[in-house]
């Protein structure tokens, strides 16, 4: 349950693109017809038969060679599991540690829930204050419905500026460059629509979060970062916890592509209160210690965990848990952060660089913690030339699904029906794996089917003619 649930935490991060061909991959895997054959028997993984947390060090050294970041996971002040990889930054070789700054990318919004929260408690803010009030003339759709209390949940409607406006997919360079407020509610308001009418169901939103970093600065006449600072990391103790404002202290986060190069720097401006806030893993444990004890009070807290759809003020939670427990989780840049409070234990999670399956390493903590197996990867793949490359480019198709695989010179490129673009590199007999979708492709001898697994069992697909 646990590894769909962080799947579908992680669909509702700052932006979902590197999550579209994953769960294209799901819906290939359970619409197709399944097939036993004699080839695809293995991906080169090797069981670990670990009962122990420590037992993660074996499995993060197999691993680290695409991935940096830092992870941590407590009980009370006892440490059960920590380990720093890799760099952050690859330029002056300064490695990863506790105390490393990253972007956490969506945990902002917890942040932002806090000071909306604490605003209302001391009443200079109501649950039933509608946009207009604070935008009357931006032409938001639906403003004279839409509540703070809409937008806290993400149950406004709006659509969200940075994947149904105007995607940074496909126009980078409005993302990296300084945006005043009033073009960014523009970017909300200027398509006059919404998904539906306020409160009628919950959609994620950046739009949410992002008009109430707006509302919160207009009704404290002070910037977003001066209330971070003085509502949340000074009375805790975050010493290394601020909201971004430019390029001074920037981390940097990087994308794996045969090898690690530098992401783009999205300007801060563009993220306020819902993506802009950066900190350490040592801070972002004390962050959710202090919001599973209350440290804002009995009013924020009960608001924050009063749970619509799964989602309550700033976290997400698992229903069917018997235990209490929230999460969160970001992304922004090649940031993928991570942060849940589950039966008292703590797991941080930042990563500044993956070039593996977010979904598949935190399954794999799960199983960890739980004392079950869990398979040690192998990284270890086949250099094969263009011409041997030739040998499997097609289309194979799977009743109405069609993978295409091409050869860039280096690996094969898979599109698949939704036009997103995953790299599959050479393994030992006919095998090819994404490992940053964890996704296998196993071809025939004789090259006119395939099988190809996303989690789940091998299904088979026919090349086209």
Known sequence: MLRIIIVNAYLKSMNHKL????????????SCTSSRSDYGQSNGNVPHTGHDLQDLDVYFDSITPRLMGSIMITKGDSILFSKNMGYSDLESRSPVSDTTLFKVGSISKSFTAILTLKAI???????????????????????????????????????????????WEKNLEWIISPQTKAQM????????????????????????????????????????????????????????????????????????????????????????????????????????YSLANGAWGKYVFSQMTDFVDGYGCGLIVDSNKSVFNFTHTGRIESFISY??????????????????????????????????????PSLTVLELDSIKLNEYVGDYQCDSLILKFENDGKHLICTDANNCKSVFEAKPNDLFQCFFHDMDVSFSPTRDSIRFRKWGDWKLYVKKK
């Open 19 to 30: 999550f579209v061909p994953l769960m294209t991959a799901i819906l290939c895997g359970a």
């Open 121 to 167: 408690e001391a009443g200079k803010l109501s649950m039933d204050d509608k946009l207009v009030k604070f935008f009357p003339d931006a032409n938001i759709p639906n403003a004279d419905k839409i509540t703070v209390y809409h937008l806290l949940h993400h149950r406004s409607g709006l659509l969200d500026y940075l994947t149904d406006v105007e995607s």
């Open 185 to 288: 509610v523009q970017r909300i308001a200027k398509d006059k629509t919404t998904h539906f009418e306020p409160n009628e169901m919950f959609r994620y939103c950046n739009s949410n979060y992002l008009l109430l970093a707006y509302i919160l600065e207009q009704i404290y006449s002070k910037t977003y970062a001066e209330l971070i600072d003085e509502q949340i990391a000074k009375p805790i103790g975050l010493k290394n916890t601020f909201c971004s404002s430019g390029r001074s202290l920037n981390p940097k986060s990087y994308a794996y592509r045969g090898g690690w190069h530098n992401e783009e720097y999205w300007h801060p401006t563009v993220v306020l209160g819902t993506g802009s806030i950066i900190s350490t893993n040592q801070d972002l444990q004390k962050y959710v």
């Open 339 to 376: 942060m849940k409070f589950e039966d008292g234990v703590v797991t941080t999670v930042l990563y500044n660089g993956m070039g593996i399956n977010a979904g598949t390493i935190d399954w794999t903590m799960n199983q960890a913690i739980k004392g079950e197996e869990f398979p040690i």
